[in-house]
Every structure is written in C-alpha cells, then in structure tokens.
C-alpha cells in the first residue's frame, strides 16, 4: 500500500487553507462523528481500529480516552501534543504546516468523544510556520462554524487555543507540558494520579499527539476494518516516517506500520550515503541505535520492542560508515544533559558527567577507566529516572556502547579521534 | 486497608498509606532527600527507591501507595546498589568542602554517604562551580550554590508553606539553580524556614555563620516568647552565648518552622538595653543601688504592711512573663497589696472580661492548632495572621491548599491569607460586631435570614460564610479570633455575639471550636492564673472560697479595676501606686497623654523589667528581672497549651529570677508567696485552675500540656442581645483615614525593637496606605509624611499597598520611639488622620 492517507493534500497548493482542505473533502467526518456517533461509539471505534499513540508511547488511543471518568461534573480538556522537540524528527510539523485543517478536525473528533470543552494545542517555539498556520486554520474554523459555540448546529461546543512553547524538550512529556501551559516550571509530575484523571488545573485531560489526531478523520471516513488492515495487527495504521542523517534522500515517508527498515532505506530513502551502513537509529535519538546488519525489521511498536530499540517518533537517523559513534554518542548526550530538567539526581548528575567523559573520550583524551564509568552512568540512570528522558539517554549510549565498544577503545588507545 | 510484604514482615495498612509510611512505622530505614511530611511527594532525589514484586522498575516509596497484596524489599542488593550509585551522583559536584562548611556535623549528605555511600569515586573530571564566593541573599540568608542537592525542600517551604514564594529555581539541568529575583532575597519574609529544611550547607543562616561547629554546641528546648502561637525552638548556645536558634522536625505545634522573629529576634535579650541592676529615683534623678537598698526603699515607700491601701495600688503585667511568675505577681497584689486592680494588657478596651467566661470554657479548641485547621469551615476574624501569628499562618496554608477545607478571612488589614480563602472581608474596626451577629442571625434561621440592614456592606461576604457553615457537609466548624476585635470599642458586644454564632452552630449539631490569636505569647496563660480584675486564678470570682482557703489569706471581696481606670484614677490623684511587671504602658498604651500624667500624677512607681524603656525611666524603683531564657517556667499558647519556657543562661549582671523578685519583695513586707520552687508555685496552680486539677509539672511532657476544658455548657435558653451599630466613620468622606495598628511581618510587640538583627532587617515605623490613595497624594514608597489626628502628630515613611482599603492607614506598634500612641486617644480606637506630604 503505498496510498498517501496523512500526506494526502500535502502537494496541493494551498492545502493549508480550508477551501482547500474542504474540497479535498475535509470536515466531512466531522460531521459524520458528531451527527452519526455517540462519543462512547467513537471511542469504541478507534479502540476496533487499535490506533496507537504516534507521540512516542504507542498507548492505545481509544484507552486513554476511557479512562476519563463520565460525567464528573468536572471540565475536561483535550490537549495536542505538538511539542515535537525530539532530535530526527518532522513528522507533526509537516502536517501542522500544510495540513492544519485536518489536526483540527481531529481534535474535534477527539473533544467529541471525550467531551472536552477546550483543547490547547501545545506547539513547540521553534515551529513559527506551523504556529502560524494552525492559529490561522484556527480562525478560519472558528468563522465558518467549524470551532466556537454549536459546532455544525450539532450542539457540541469547543475552543481551541494555542499555546507557544519555549523550547525545553521536556515539555513534550505530557505532566511536563500540562505544568507548562499551567504556568509553572515543566518538570514532570508523579502519575497517579493520572492526567486522564487529574490533570490540566486538576481537570481530567487527554494529551494526544498531532500525528494521532491526524489519524482520526481518516478512521471515521473509512472505517476501523480499513484502518486495522493496514500493517501489523497491533500496530496498525498508516505512518510517517522521518528519515535523515547520512542518507541519499533524507525526508518524510508515509508507509505502512511495519515496513522493514531496510525497504525504508533503500527502497525509499536511496540507502546510506557512502553506500556501506553502519546503523541506524531507528526513532529519535531516544531510541537505540541498531547495527547494519540487523535491519531486516519491521517498523513498527511491537518489532522494535522486541529487539531492544523502539519505534519512538519514527525519527530515523542513518550512519553511515563515515560516522565516529563516539561523537554520535556525544552528540546526543550533549543534547540530553541540555535538555535535562534537573529535577532527578540521575538524570540531572548521571547525563551531565556522561558529556565530560564523552567530550574526553572524543577529544582523544579517554582511560580505560572511563568506559567502566560510563557503564556505571548507563546503569544508574536506566531505570532510576523519574521519567523517560534519562532512561532515553542511558538507553542510547547503552547501545552505542554494546554494538561499538572496538570504536571507543581505538579512541582511547589511539589518543584520538580516528574520524576527524 | 492493604496487606503488604515489607522485608518479609506483614502487615496492615490503610488504603493510600505511603510505602515510605508503612516502612517507617516498621522502624524499616528508607533514606530520603526531598520528602518531608509537610509537602507533597516530588520523588526526585530517587534515594528512596524500592522493589516492588512485579513491577518492572523500582518505585519511589516517598510517592507510591501500597496495594494490596504488595510485596516490597528495601534491603536488597539492588536497592543498595542505587542508593550507593545516587550518593555516587550526587556527590560528583559536590565540593566536599565540610570542614568550612557550617552544616558539617548535622548535614543529611554527610550523614547518608557514611550511611549507605561508596568509599570512593570514579568520577575525576572537574566539578561544576556555580561561583566561587557565597552569595549574601539577604541580612540572614547567604548561599552557597556549590553545594546544593536539588531537593527543592526550601521552595516547597517558600511557595506551599510560607506563601512568600520568593525562592525559585531557574536554568534547568545541571545548571538548576535555587534563588530569588535577580539572585536577592531582600524582599522576601526572612523566616529562614528555607535554611531549616536545607539538608546539605546551600542555605546557610548568616548571624550563625561560622560562629561554632555543631558539636560544640548546648542544646536548650523552649517555647518562643513573641506570638501565641507557642512554637518549640532550640535555642543552642556555645560557652553561655547564644549561638542561633533552630526548629525540628515534626517538634511542637511549628513542626520544622519558624517565623522571622522567633528565629532571629531572641537577640533581643542581649541588647544595651538591659537593666543589670536595681536603680531607685533619690532627689529627683535615678541611680544604680543594691537589691538591699531598693527593696529597703519599697519598704519604706509602700509604709507597714497593714497600712497599705489596696485600692490605691494597681498592677500590670506583661503576657511575655511565664504562668508562675504572673501567677505569683497576682497573688502578691491581691494578698499583699489587697487589691484587685491587676490587668495584662494595656492596648484593649475596657468591657471583655465580663464576656469572657463564656469563650473560654467549653468552647475553647484545647486541641492541637493542626486539629482545629483541620475543621470542614475556618473563620477567622480581626487578625493578619500572617503578621500576628506567622506560623498560624503557614499551618493554615498547608492545610487548605492540601485538604480543600474552607476558610473565610475578616480582618481590617490584607493578609497574604486572603488569595487561600474561600472569601474575605475588608472591614474597619467596631464592624466585626455587627458582621459577626449578622452570620450568628443567619446560620440559626431557616430559611436562611437575609443579613439586617446595618450589616448591607458585609451581605455577600456574611451570605457566603452563612452557607457553608450552614451546609450540612460542613460537619466542624473552626473559628479563630484575633487581637483587632480586642482594641475595638465595642469589642464586649463583638465577643457575645461570637458566642451566639458559636452556639447556634453548636445547636445545629457542628462541632465548634474556638481559639484566640494572641499577639503575646502568654496572653492566655495570664488570664487564666487571673492577671485580671474580675477574676481570680482559674476565672473564679473575687470573693471565692477556694481561693481564700489555699492562699490561707483575706481577699479583697469586689473586682478590681482595669487599666484604664488605673491610668484615670492615677491622673486624678485616688490611686498612688503602680507596680509594672514587664510592661511598658508609656510605649503600649494608646493615648499618651493619659498615660504620662498618670506616670507623672502616681507618688509611686515600681517597674521590674528586662530591658530599659520609656516607662522605666519615669519610674522611681527599677528592678531588673530575667529576659526570656534566663528563668524557667510554663507558657500557654493559643491553643491552651502549657509548655515550659526553660532557661539557657543565667539572668545578666545583678538581673533576679522575677519569681525570686516577688517572693522576696513579699518577705520584706512580711509575707511568705510560695514555695521556692517552681514545682510548688505550679503545684499551688494546679489547686485553683479547674483544668490542671491533679497535674504537676512533671505532667508537662515534651508536647506539652493540653487540658480539657472544665467549662461549663450553657443550658441553651439564650438572652436576647441588643444588635449592635456600625461605628461613625463619617471622617472618612472627609478625606481623612482610619489610622489602626498593630503586629508587622518582622517585629513582635516593643521587645523585638531590642534585636539588633531584626533591626537590621526592618528599623523604623512605616504608613502603609493603598496604592491609589499614594497616587492622589502624589507619594512614592519610601518618602516621608506627617501623620496628623485630632491627637497628636507624628513622622514616618510612607509604603504603598495594592490590597489596602483607601480609607485604611497602618502604622505598626513596635517601634517605642516612633511614640505613635501619640495619635491615639483612650476609648475611641480608631483614629481620623490626615495624610501630610513632606515638604522635599
């Protein structure tokens, strides 16, 4: 199946704007949701359909919007998830950017059948165009119906706000981001209680990625039996892929669930660009690195699991033999000591002191000792975080570690660097 | 309830039980950094992680609930090896510097490496610096970056328990980094609450800094002498000299918290101030004698013993002194002296002690300040509790941001409270009295009364407070009064009209409490060993038979006088003698002109006090008793709670014990007052006071004593009570303000003026008016203007006030020299004033 379903309007000129988007038939789902279903109906259809969680998780979209209690009296809020920050990936922004239109129809759906009255659209600073294009999409929905009071003279009311991130990768952590919008430092908060129970202001909230939400006018139109065809059964659904790194043609994908990695690179990305691979990370540099040879592996939840990687946000990173892996290794913790949000000792002191060992090692300037402590660092961190952020980085260099320790040690036997 | 497996050891626990809970009440050890009780779970320093069966990844015990079933293991070599590897991490970028360090000896770092920490370090790049020179952030606050932890205990304390929310961290990461705005602290409480919970050296105390090692230091536990509150402190004192004073965890009714003044303002016993020796009045000038020469001197002044005149004699005390002391001083007047006229407070109207006997029987809490917070409604009426009774205030914060009871706030000032209450009320005063009968009138009505039309200004608030105490899921009712009710006209109206809400609550089946928030540490305690004209010890009446047979002695049959009429009957020549006990009317008393003539008009004035004042200078005996910490004895606080005041060092120079000091002044005049011992004058207590009925002073443990109320109930047939009016403001429409006083953020009373550190953090009087009144007058924070009532006039800086009412202007009572009773004329609290600029 190589039909585009997420990318669909994607080169159509001006597909940002809502003639464009409603000619390609864009809100007709929308309407079918809130004329044809009871929000328990949609909630049950996306669970038939097994939508996962794009952000990263790949939690059951339909079960999280069952944990929210009925009828609490309480307010609920529906949160996007826009904060794409993690390093590799561009998938939510391309759709933010010519697609908003269809992130909004997806928040509808999914306000409709959790009953959220307002849903903030968390985007990260950076993302100026998406910003744009979505607070423009916002006021055109709101002129014509589509958003504000008696949405399509259903009777169902919502708001949409969006709130501008400014730039810490950890308010792409769902308690982090409700803290943010909240006012107050993003660090992630204990669960439970869960957001879904209490969170945005106490409320019960659902955070849903943009690429989840994309999902959902798709599902609706076409079906779950249509969704749940394509790729793995338990992990079904069409994907965007984001490939980039040292690749022929680097750029968004959208395949099946499942796809082998090595179709994705070859078949689709030109393959690594000296010709000879030597890994790939296969989503975001929160996933672990997988060595060439073993990425006869489908791209989905289940199969990266299962070899000790993860799909994470589908952002694929490739080396290629001209890569060192010490200053792969470096660079990424580079990038989590920076993004560390200092509230856990082992994040906080763990990822710092694994950047001076590394900016050693690199530098030519390693002992044999260090590779003892950055197995110390991997297994202090791994598993004592408080959330996923240093898990992500002793993950990572954990990998980088047991697939390419001959490249450390020639770093610290040559005193140098044998790439640079 | 759950059953769990701990180490192998079962048991049962209730549902939402902590691991870390159920762990400690095994005596289990589970280390931690950023739990403390008092805040909610953070579960970041990552110490206290456990296995759990079946979980995947170890659990933070300070933040999981135990469910049933759950099997957890805190012993194994896993969870050792963690905690070995965070001590690991957490000591990579410390500095390690504990010789120089003044937490070296009492640091939670120090004491859980050598605990549970590796012998050595693999790390040996260099360590992150944040600067390499402490950080002064305010007078009492200096910082060293270097060596925090990153618990966030002090913001917590900051934000959640204090309110101040001056602390913050900025950056992220490594770079994190705990401080105020623009790395100062000079606008925030100073409570150092923040450097209590600091568990490493970052925060750091700076009068303390570097001034002893910990174990060179002597422990003392005491009771604080400024608020009513009554929280325990530890005074540490090295070779003698007061070192610092600190708070513990989980101690007394403050937990691990202080206030600004409990924590830095004991200096004031060592100010210049002090009286060292007796001096006596000769020919017109005082000068130092001997303790022989100025008791022979009163001897001789007060005439034979049988010849003194009771009703031309008065006495007031000070509610700082301890319960035997003023017990003693009562019992000295009445016998000795045969007279009644004994008073305890010289800035409250006339017209409560009638109406106090119903307050503070049955209906008095008698319970823990945490249970009485803890009520389903809290009203709290005519205090800034966060100026009067600080740490009140931070129990109260905590409970309501953490449990959702409901608190109602009337007072006439703002108070940081406010933005935590469910209402609150702006309202001058004399209007609690018409405010309160409105509520009593509404909650007894069914359906609910609509508020009488004197109380129109207060509908909104009186109609809200009225439902939820009505409500019938507000099961217990809490309500705390302040001092401001006390210095208002018609407080005797104000406080029968309490007791009418509260037995109307009462009778509509809630639980009721009351509790008085005193400005003086042993307010409570004063009126009940009877330092008050109308009744004796244990609130009996002039005239009790009890009395009469334990004291073996002749009492004066009727109730004597308050200080007003002492004061009045001073200026017109019918009363001659005045003997002060540690209080300083010509600062306190508000009309100075009253009370200088009666100064000047009394033939005899005997002041036994700590420290030198106005009033000493006008007296013709000073006898120089013992400061707080000098002389031990039992203190009740708001609650009714003894506690012992325990002394840490010997009074100064020729200072006496001010029991000693009346015991021995009775024996020149021929009377023997008690036993030596502070056993026997509380022994003797314990006789007349119907609560300490059986107790002795071994009774006091170290949480106190708390007794239940012998009050007696009403029998529910209640007289009708005329409604009171609202107070003639009409100055107001005149331009004129409502000048009132009271308790500041860093001063307690007239003592704290004598700390040289809390003068170093707030050293003159101020105007507090609304921010909106300053732009009309054209005044900036900080300039100078003449404050000007029918009274007097007098001179201070102005500070604008967002939350102030336009017709209000503040000005705090703690600075003596300021000389603000000036301003104020007796009877007639308020006063107009009109706000002058200063010529530039």
Redesign the interface.
């Known amino acids: 199946m190589n039909e585009k379903v997420l990318l669909r309007n994607i080169d159509t000129p001006g597909s940002h704007n809502l003639a464009a988007y409603q000619t390609a038939g864009g809100y007709r789902s929308v309407a079918s949701a809130l004329a044809d279903f009871t929000p328990g109906e949609l909630i049950e259809l996306v669970k038939t359909a097994g939508l996962r969680g794009r952000g990263g998780a790949g939690f059951p979209t339909g079960v999280k919007w069952g944990f929210v209690p009925r009828d609490s009296g309480k307010p609920v809020y529906l949160c996007c998830n826009a904060d794409e920050a993690e390093p590799g990936t561009f998938k939510d922004r391309a759709l933010m950017e010519n697609d908003p239109h269809m992130v909004i129809e997806g928040i509808l759906i999914a306000a409709y059948a959790i009953g959220a009255t307002t849903t903030y659209v968390y985007i990260r600073g950076e993302y100026t165009v998406s910003i744009e294009r979505m607070e423009a999409a916002i006021a055109e929905a709101y002129s014509n119906g589509l958003l504000g009071e008696n949405i399509l003279n259903s009777g169902f009311s919502h708001d949409v706000h969006v709130h501008r991130g400014a730039g810490?990768y950890?308010c792409g952590e769902e308690t982090a981001l409700l803290e943010s919008i909240e006012g107050r430092?993003a660090q992630p908060k204990?669960k439970p209680p869960f957001p879904a129970v209490s969170g945005l202001y106490g409320f019960p909230t659902v955070i849903n990625n943009v690429e989840t939400l994309s999902c959902l006018p798709h599902i609706v139109e076409r079906g779950a039996d249509w969704f749940n065809s394509i790729g793995p059964e338990r992990s079904p659904g069409p994907k965007l892929y984001c490939v980039s790194g040292l690749v022929r043609k680097p750029g968004l994908y959208e395949l099946p669930m499942g796809t082998s990695l090595r179709e994705l690179l070859d078949e689709h990305a030109g393959g690594p660009r000296s010709g000879r691979l030597k890994a790939v990370i296969p989503g975001g540099v929160s996933a672990p690195m997988i060595p060439a040879n073993d990425i006869d592996i489908g791209m989905d939840f289940d199969s990266l699991a299962a070899a000790g990687s993860m799909l994470g946000s589908a952002g694929v990173i490739v080396l290629d033999d001209t890569a060192c892996i010490v200053r792969v290794a470096l660079r990424i913790m580079e990038f989590f000591?920076?993004?560390?949000?200092?509230?856990?000792?082992?994040c906080?002191?763990?990822?710092?002191?694994a950047a001076?060992?590394l900016r050693?090692l690199e530098a030519g300037r390693g002992q044999r000792?260090d590779l003892?402590?950055l197995a110390?660092l991997c297994?202090?961190i791994f598993?004592?975080?408080?959330c996923a952020l240093g898990d992500a980085a002793a993950w990572s260099l954990g990998a980088a570690l047991k697939h390419f320790r001959d490249e450390f040690e020639r770093h610290i036997n040559d005193g140098k660097c044998p790439y640079h | 309830m759950a059953n769990i497996t701990i180490d192998g050891i079962e048991l049962e626990v209730p549902d939402g039980t902590l691991i870390l809970e159920a762990a400690r009440s095994l005596d289990i050890d589970v280390p931690t950094f950023c739990y403390q009780k008092r805040f909610a779970?953070?579960?970041?320093?990552?110490?206290c992680?456990v296995s759990v069966e079946n979980s995947p990844?170890?659990q933070?015990a300070c933040?999981t609930p135990v469910a049933d079933g759950m099997v957890v293991h805190t012993a194994s070599e896993q969870v050792a090896q963690?905690r070995q590897?965070?001590l690991?991490?957490?000591l990579?970028?410390h500095p390690l510097d504990c010789p120089v360090c003044d937490k070296g000896g009492e640091c939670e770092l120090q004491d859980m490496v050598f605990k549970y920490g590796a012998g050595t370090s693999?790390?040996r790049?260099?360590k992150?610096v944040f600067r390499s020179r402490d950080l002064s952030l305010n007078q009492v606050i200096i910082f060293n970056a270097n060596r925090c932890?990153?618990c966030q205990r002090c913001v917590r304390m900051c934000e959640d328990v204090v309110g101040a929310v001056a602390l913050?961290?900025i950056?992220?990461?490594?770079?994190?980094e705990i401080t105020g705005f623009e790395n100062s602290l000079t606008g925030c409480d100073h409570c150092g609450n923040c450097i209590e919970v600091c568990p490493v050296g970052a925060l750091m105390s700076q009068p303390y800094r570097y001034k002893a090692r910990p174990w060179d230091l002597v422990e003392t536990e005491t009771t604080c002498s400024f608020c009513g509150t009554g929280c325990q402190l530890t005074v540490s004192t090295r070779e003698g000299q007061l070192a610092r004073v600190k708070s513990k965890y989980e101690t007394g009714v403050n937990g691990e918290t202080l206030c600004v003044k409990g924590r830095f303002g004991i200096d004031f016993i060592n100010s210049e101030n002090r009286i060292e020796t007796p001096w006596a009045r000769r020919s017109g000038a005082l000068e130092p004698v001997s303790w022989d020469e100025a008791y022979e001197l009163m001897r001789h002044r007060l005439g034979q013993p049988d010849q003194i005149e009771g009703h031309r004699i008065g006495g007031l005390a000070s509610a700082h002194l301890t319960n035997e002391t003023l017990y003693l001083f009562q019992k000295m007047l009445r016998t000795v002296f045969r007279t009644n006229n004994i008073d305890s407070s010289s800035r409250w109207v006339s017209g409560v002690y009638d109406v106090l006997p119903g307050l503070v029987g049955d209906l008095y809490t008698r319970q823990s300040l945490e249970n009485t917070v803890s009520a389903d409604a809290i009203f709290a009426i005519g205090s800034n509790i966060t100026d009067d009774n600080p740490v009140t205030d931070y129990l109260l914060r905590s409970k309501v941001r953490q449990h959702g009871n409901k608190l109602f706030l009337a007072s006439v000032r703002p108070s940081r409270l406010d933005a935590d209450a469910q209402a609150h009320l702006r309202l001058l005063p004399g209007d609690e009295a018409i405010m309160i009968s409105a509520v009593a009138e509404m909650v007894s009505s069914s359906p609910e009364k609509e508020p009488p039309p004197a109380a129109a200004p207060f509908a909104e608030f009186t109609r809200k407070i009225a439902s939820t105490l009505k409500a019938s899921n507000t099961s217990s009712v809490s309500v705390l009064v302040g001092m401001e009710i006390l210095r208002a006209t018609n407080a005797g109206q104000a406080l029968q009209w309490l007791e009418r809400l509260l037995r109307n609550l009462q009778q509509a089946g809630k639980q009721v409490s009351l509790q008085f928030l005193f400005d003086r540490c042993n307010q409570f305690g004063a009126w009940e060993m009877g330092v008050q004209p109308n009744h004796l010890p244990g609130w009996r009446r002039p005239g009790d038979v009890r009395v009469s047979e334990v004291w073996q002695a002749q009492l004066p049959p009727e109730p004597g006088v308050d200080v007003h009429e002492m004061l009045q009957r001073c200026a017109n020549g019918t009363t001659s003698c005045l003997y002060l006990l540690g209080s300083d009317p010509v600062s306190t008393y508000p009309d100075r002109s009253l009370v200088e003539k009666a100064m000047s008009s009394a033939g005899f004035v005997i002041a036994q006090a700590s420290h030198h004042s106005e009033t000493t200078q006008l007296a013709d005996i000073i006898l120089p008793g013992a400061a707080f910490g000098e002389e031990t004895g039992t203190m009740t606080n708001n609650e009714g709670r003894m506690q012992l005041s325990r002394e840490f060092r010997p009074p100064i120079g020729n200072a006496r014990r001010n029991s000693d000091i009346l015991n021995q002044i009775a024996e020149v005049l021929g009377h023997k007052l008690s036993g030596s011992k502070l056993e026997d004058t509380f022994a003797e207590i314990a006789q007349l006071v119907p609560s300490l009925e059986g107790m002795s002073l071994a009774d006091i443990g170290d949480e106190g004593l708390l007794c239940t109320s012998q009050g007696q109930t009403e029998d529910g047939q209640f007289k009708e009570l005329p409604l009171p009016s609202r107070v003639d403001r009409s100055w107001n429409s005149n331009g004129k303000l409502t000048l009132v006083t009271g308790e500041s953020r860093f001063h307690a009373s007239y003592v704290t003026e004598h700390s040289a550190t809390l003068s170093s953090i707030s050293s003159q009087a101020y105007v507090e008016i609304a921010d909106t009144v300053c732009q009309e007058l054209g005044l900036k924070t900080g300039e100078l203007v003449t404050l000007r009532s029918p009274h007097g006039e007098t001179t201070l800086q102005v500070k604008t006030n967002r939350q102030f009412p336009p017709g209000l202007a503040f000005v705090p009572e703690n600075f003596a020299r300021q000389r603000l009773n000036e301003l104020f004329k007796n009877g007639e609290y308020s006063s107009p004033v009109d706000i002058i600029p200063n010529e530039v």
């Not at chain 1, 000591?337 to 082992?346: D, F, I, L, M, W």
């Not at chain 1, 598993?383 to 408080?386: I, V």
């Not at chain 2, 950056?171 to 994190?176: R, T």
Request: proline fraction near 4%; charge should be neutral.
């Open positions: 810490a950890i430092r204990f000591n920076h993004e560390s949000c200092g509230k856990c000792t082992p906080r002191e763990g990822n710092a002191w001076k060992v050693r000792e003892d402590q110390f297994d202090g598993g004592n975080s408080f | 779970p953070l579960a970041s320093c990552r110490m992680l990844k170890m933070p933040a963690t590897s965070m690991e991490l957490l990579a970028n693999r790390f790049d260099e992150r932890i990153q913050g961290t950056e992220k990461g490594m770079d994190s």
